[in-house]
């Protein structure tokens, strides 16, 4: 694979973040979200996201974005603003690269800049390899709540891991 650039998302990259998605929307139990977003869904969640507040990364080869990730508000009530959810998803050919680690970890390092007290993430507790690679980088399990997603006719747990930084 060509090299890598992580860089902070544009408004011009929100169609290839949408196209990655939107691909487990359809696909995965890696996001309990049932029916893609629209363009216009993820301008808006675009809008609630800032490199000094809630970074949104893109790792981008040959003018491609290939996968992204994101620090976003953890809970509406103001308590919460130590602490922050991060995702991140990568494009279905290019797994395997070390590329989901990478924006995770950069994530983490972002959270750590910013003054984060802790970072959560989430996974469908059969997605193991999210699981395993939260796990890798210090993240540990802190809750598994039984069956409360629905897909492909499946009832599913969430399983939530925290780091504190």
């Known amino acids: 694979m060509s090299t890598i650039e992580l860089r902070d998302a544009r408004i011009e990259d929100l169609p290839a973040i949408s196209e990655i998605y939107n691909y487990y929307v359809l696909n995965s139990t890696c996001t309990y979200q049932l029916e893609p977003e629209t363009l216009a869904d993820r301008q808006n969640w675009f809008a609630l996201h800032s490199p000094q507040q809630y970074p949104v990364l893109v790792a981008e080869a040959e003018d491609r974005v290939i996968g992204w990730g994101s620090l976003s508000k953890f809970h509406q009530r103001s308590g919460y603003n130590p602490t922050v959810e991060a995702s991140v998803y990568i494009d279905r050919d290019h797994h395997r690269r070390g590329?989901?680690?990478?924006?995770?970890?950069?994530?983490?390092?972002?959270?750590?800049?910013?003054?984060?007290?802790?970072?959560?993430?989430?996974?469908?507790?059969?997605?193991?390899?999210?699981?395993?690679l939260q796990q890798s980088l210090g993240f540990v399990q802190v809750g598994l709540l039984k069956e409360v997603g629905f897909k492909f006719g499946r009832r599913l747990d969430v399983m939530y891991l925290q780091l504190i930084l």
């Open 99 to 132: 590329l989901g680690r990478t924006l995770l970890q950069e994530l983490i390092e972002r959270a750590r800049q910013i003054g984060y007290h802790s970072v959560i993430g989430g996974a469908s507790a059969d997605q193991t390899a999210s699981v395993v």
